[in-house]
């Protein structure tokens, strides 16, 4: 049988204590079956997110071991970040990569979440295509109102965990964990303090105010950088890419006079997502990925190797 990858990428709510970030990041080194591609720790927002692919049973015992240190060590109660969150595990998806359906995912992130709950006591939301409710597909709506909000909210009908009792863990808060396609998390910092500049511009590009139809955003305060960032998740690279999405920002930001300061892609990316966008500011005419030696090489040698 063909060997199955799953990549997974779990969210920490802690992006400032160093030696915890690294605690964290140590339980997935080294481990057969499953390889630590990335992770990023980000102050302002206060948030780890880990980039993984492996076979679906290492990696699910990997991240249980994670989500128990992350009990241990992270306390909702005194987290404060930028980034929306509801829990110390705070999302943790499935994303097929080869040899792997999208159905099998969604059956994993399911299965897994009974485990999870079961060995931690945190409870449990799906998402995406692993949802149980459609209400429930899209993250944000989970996250209403942030762990905070959810306290006193989740006792109510409309919004009981799928997994576990109607209340939150008291310290580790809850995760939601799912299925989904490969997403980009593409950041744009602004040249500005104000931060409803970030939230208009983000109303602007995203999908539920309007904007473009695979894209997510919410506009962030990076205090200590003295900036202000539209954070996206682009859902559908190859029907947004990147340049659109950047262009269109610039565009509303001439709006208010502010400038594009920089770009952050966040964790792991397709290589086609950045030469497409390469290809676009360069005006380079008939660009293939195919031209592209490291990425030819590699077909090649997979193609002898089948």
């Given amino acids: 049988m063909a060997r199955q990858l799953v990549e997974c990428v779990p969210n920490f709510s802690e992006g400032r204590r160093t030696e915890i970030i690294e605690g964290i990041v140590e339980l997935f080194r080294g481990r057969k079956?499953?390889?630590?591609?990335d992770h990023r720790a980000d102050r302002d927002h206060n948030r780890l997110v880990v980039s993984l692919a492996g076979a679906p049973d290492p990696l699910q015992d990997a991240l249980i071991?994670?989500?128990?240190?992350?009990?241990?060590h992270i306390n909702m109660e005194e987290h404060q970040g930028a980034h929306p969150r509801i829990g110390a595990v705070d999302v943790i998806p499935f994303v097929p990569l080869q040899n792997i359906t999208m159905e099998t995912c969604?059956?994993?992130a399911r299965e897994f979440g009974k485990r999870?709950?079961?060995?931690?006591?945190?409870?449990?939301?799906?998402?995406?295509?692993?949802?149980l409710k459609p209400d429930r597909r899209d993250l944000e709506v989970i996250r209403k109102g942030q762990f905070e909000g959810?306290?006193?909210e989740i006792s109510h009908p409309e919004r009981r965990p799928?997994?576990?009792?109607?209340?939150?863990?008291?310290?580790a808060g809850a995760t939601v964990i799912g299925a989904r396609k490969?997403?980009?998390?593409f950041n744009v910092n602004l040249g500005t303090r104000d931060?409803?500049?970030?939230?208009?511009i983000a109303g602007a590009v995203r999908r539920s105010s309007g904007g473009l139809r695979d894209v997510k955003g919410i506009g962030l305060a990076l205090e200590e950088r003295g900036l202000v960032q539209v954070s996206l998740n682009i859902v559908d690279h190859e029907r947004n890419p990147l340049y659109r999405v950047l262009e269109l920002i610039r565009m509303e930001a001439r709006r208010w006079g502010v400038p594009v300061v920089e770009t952050e892609v966040y964790g792991m990316v397709p290589a086609t997502a950045m030469l497409d966008s390469l290809a676009y500011y360069m005006q380079t005419a008939g660009f293939s990925p195919d031209q592209v030696l490291e990425l030819r090489l590699l077909q090649a040698l997979s193609e002898q190797e089948e």
Avoid: M, S, W
């Fill in 33 to 37: 079956g499953c390889g630590l591609l």
């Fill in 65 to 72: 071991e994670a989500a128990r240190f992350a009990l241990e």
């Fill in 106 to 108: 969604v059956f994993l």
């Fill in 116 to 131: 999870y709950h079961q060995e931690t006591g945190i409870p449990v939301y799906y998402y995406e295509e692993a949802a």
């Fill in 150 to 152: 959810l306290k006193t």
């Fill in 162 to 171: 799928d997994v576990g009792e109607p209340r939150l863990h008291p310290t």
């Fill in 182 to 185: 490969f997403l980009v998390a």
């Fill in 195 to 200: 931060v409803n500049v970030a939230r208009k």
